[in-house]
């Protein structure tokens, strides 16, 4: 990771000479020069070169656009594919043998998507998006720490400029909200680790109690919309978005019609 410069991003061409500079930057190079050997040699055995394997890769994704999508286009991609997905007309782009080939040397993904752990809600299906197209960052109940899980999300828009969207994702019936409620209400401690994401989830518990309906439903936007804030705060991200245009939204899913809403 580029180390941010004190007061100002860092220019293309420092950051170029400290990556020239840095500790195994000639193997990191080496690497990608490999791998670019790599994935030509694929194609050449496959029959797939010069020609026939640009149009391979262009046929790979029917949704393929060109360029980087801004912010708007980002999410106008992932509302798309998740309205295909939820009615059951998922065209699972980019994840054909060529695209696979396509970006083993690089990556140019457009979003970060901030997800809970829960096995029903898989991001890339939910978007019905596929490989290189998004950072995905899941924990329970898209819980925040203040050092691995927040370094993780600032890496992929810090590094990657082509990923000015971040789309917090916080989803129906939640085990995670569900049982920081239990272990909150009853005064006990969850076991082992599991008590640190509790905690983290205490905030949105105070905001949700004192409102009517659903409190698990109420925490779970609650915490969307808290984590959306707090991550418009962090001092990098928000740098991001005043100098690279990043965007920062939250969603919610329902997991029986599979559709998204955005919240925040």
Known sequence: MVAEMPGRMAAPADVARRERCAPGAGTAMTRRKLAGIAVTAALAAAGLTDAGAAQALAASDEQAYQGTPGPREALQLLMEGNRRWSRGRARHPHQSVQWRWHVAGHQDPFATVISCIDS?????IVFDRGIGDMFTIRTGAQALDESVVLGSIEFGPFNYSSARLMLVLGHQKCGAIAAAIEVIESGCRAPGHIQAVVDALRPAYYVAKPQPGDLADN?????TR???HRLKQAPLL????TTNGLTIVGGHYYLRSGLVEIIA
């Open 238 to 241: 928000r740098k991001l978005m």
């Open 219 to 223: 925490m779970t936007r609650a915490q």
């Open 226 to 228: 808290l984590t959306v």
């Open 120 to 124: 029903r809600v898989p991001p890339e």
